[in-house]
């Protein structure tokens, strides 16, 4: 299991966004310069992550962007989750249709819900705090 190359930008902006002590604007120039990451992806990464709440963006004098709630209320879950949309590992839990030469025959398509949500809670557990903590604080831990 992979994350795509955006959900991967998406969790370092936010990132960046978090060290501005979440109440401080920034824009997406200085997060783009901060992160590396290049203006164009940023300013698409913003309105993604604003669509789907975790980013306030505002207009004019003044404006900016900051974090929509705390750091600490906003979990890895839900940045990836704003990206790449429910966390599945396989295609065939999502609802959606889709083709699998198998699918009448398994005996383990019904117990994917059970490790879906076992992956999403232990993201659900890693807070943006967490993660954008100096890496000497950063204690996450997980557990076997």
């Known amino acids: 299991m992979r994350l795509s190359n955006m959900a991967d930008y998406a969790v370092v902006t936010m990132s960046a966004a978090a060290r501005h002590c979440g109440g401080a604007r920034s824009s997406a ?3 783009a310069e901060e992160t590396g990451i290049a203006l164009p992806t940023t300013q698409k990464l913003v309105s993604i992550l604003s669509r789907a ?7 004019g004098s003044g404006g900016g962007i900051q974090l929509a709630r705390p750091a600490a209320a906003i979990s890895l879950a839900d940045i990836i989750e704003a990206v790449e949309g429910p966390i599945a590992m396989t ?14 025959l ?3 398509q019904p117990h994917w819900t059970i490790v879906n949500s ?3 809670g232990a ?5 943006l705090s967490q993660l954008s903590a100096a890496p000497a604080r950063n204690q996450i831990e997980i557990e076997a």
């Open 29 to 31: 120039s200085e997060l």
């Open 53 to 59: 709440g975790l980013l306030r963006s505002s207009r």
């Open 91 to 104: 295609a065939c839990v999502d609802g959606n249709k889709h083709d699998c030469a198998i699918e009448s």
């Open 106 to 108: 398994c005996t383990v």
């Open 118 to 120: 076992a992956i999403r």
């Open 123 to 127: 993201l659900a557990n890693i807070s």
